[in-house]
């Protein structure tokens, strides 16, 4: 279970630089003067990194959920099961999930999450099963 929290640690902090990443690679050095200086005003965000960054909120949403259940199963010592299977459905959901958000492919956007909260809803009946 540790080894799927730190990997959904490492995915969340590479989503954070996302929206910056792709506004410096459509946008160039206009982004690295930005970000060099105050800041006082916000670039425009690129219709792509507009999306990568409301990927990002919504997982600040689902970490508030995720983590919490994935530290009980660690203290419960549910390492197998349902509790482990869930986490790693969320984990492979979130991977898909930014890539889906970003190219604007709605449907399976949609599904890809409904399959991440379906891991989370596995790790809950788990922790509570255990509790």
């Not at 929290?5 to 930005?34: D, K, N, W």
């Not at 999306?51 to 990002?56: D, V, W």
């Not at 459905?89 to 999450?113: E, H, K, M, Q």
């Amino acid at each position: 279970m540790v080894a799927i929290i730190l990997c959904v640690l490492l995915l969340f902090a590479i989503q954070t630089y996302l929206p910056s990443m792709i506004m410096s690679r459509t946008m160039g050095a206009e982004v690295l003067r930005h970000g060099g200086g105050p800041r006082d005003e916000a670039l425009p965000l690129t219709v792509h990194a507009s999306r990568a960054k409301r990927a990002l909120a919504n997982m600040n949403e689902a970490m508030m959920v995720f983590l919490p259940l994935a530290l009980l199963a660690v203290h419960f010592g549910l390492n197998d099961g349902l509790a482990w299977w869930g986490a790693l459905l969320f984990l492979l959901a979130r991977v898909a999930y930014a890539p889906a958000y970003i190219a604007a492919i709605g449907l399976t956007r949609s599904a890809v999450w409904a399959l991440g909260h379906i891991g989370l809803g596995m790790m809950a009946v788990a922790v509570c099963e255990n509790y």
